[in-house]
């Protein structure tokens, strides 16, 4: 079992409203093609959800917000679903559209409802997910990062491994000379911020990345632009990228 982060920078150009990078897209699930193994595709919101939110001024905590922007952004994440769903096709894939409302219930993941996505994945259906505007109750809603999402489903799953696909090569040490960090073991490095990305950025991304890791897996950050570097890294071969090394707390 392989969980793929599409991150909402790979697949949608960040800098204007409501622009998908259909190329890169199909790039992306052309190389999926390669892999032989269930997976299951988690994608962030890019310009379609992130704009909205920003827009509407809605966050990861639990609020009352404006319930015009819950709608929009939701309609929004459904319209960028649509175009990887379409990918997919294309490229002969079978993707499962799965809204988060399947496995969650307010800002708690459904451990039964996440073994099911597992079954579905190994059926040969490809299951995907994103990140999305959720009702908590009371009325209240939440922004679910694609990112908290990769961790609710290693925490159940166990995949073999995780792989966020970014818009960079990796993680650097250095943002000027681009000196990529090839391996992490559980510490937090210092990251340069976009402010636009309410649900945290790259932030998030090492967060999560560093939580899934103390579960025990591997989780790879690669290039979106390069996606046979994803197909490298799940076939165990010399790739270009971030590895943060499983290591389970003791």
């Known amino acids: 079992m392989i969980l793929i982060k599409l991150g909402g920078s790979i697949i949608t150009n960040k800098e204007k409203p409501l622009s998908a990078r259909r190329k890169t897209i199909d790039n992306l ?5 390669k892999i032989k193994e269930p997976i299951i595709i988690v994608h962030g919101g890019g310009s379609y959800g992130h704009y909205w939110s920003v827009k509407y001024d809605m966050h990861t905590k639990e609020r009352k917000y404006d319930i015009r922007g819950v709608s929009i952004i939701k309609n929004s994440m459904i319209d960028l679903n649509k175009i ?3 990918s997919c096709l294309k490229n002969k894939l079978n993707p499962y559209s799965l809204p988060p409302t399947d496995f969650m219930s307010g800002n708690k993941p459904i451990s039964k409802k996440i073994k099911e996505v597992e079954k579905i994945a190994k059926s040969g259906l490809i299951p995907v997910t994103y990140g999305d505007a959720l009702w908590f109750g009371q009325n209240k809603t939440y922004i679910l990062s694609g990112d908290k999402i990769m961790t609710h489903f290693a925490k159940v799953l166990k995949p073999r491994l995780c792989i966020f696909a970014l818009n960079e090569d990796g993680l650097y040490s250095d943002l000027k000379s681009k000196k990529l960090i090839s391996e992490l073991k559980g510490t937090m490095p210092s990251i340069s911020e976009n402010k636009m990305d309410v649900t945290g950025g790259m932030t998030r991304k090492v967060e999560e990345a560093i939580k899934i890791s103390k579960m025990g897996m591997n989780v790879f950050f ?14 165990n071969r010399e790739f270009k990228g971030t590895m943060f090394k499983g290591k389970r707390n003791a």
């Open 29 to 33: 699930t052309k190389s999926l093609k």
């Open 222 to 235: 690669v290039n979106g632009k390069k996606p046979e570097r994803i197909v490298k890294a799940i076939q």
């Open 84 to 86: 990887i769903l379409d």
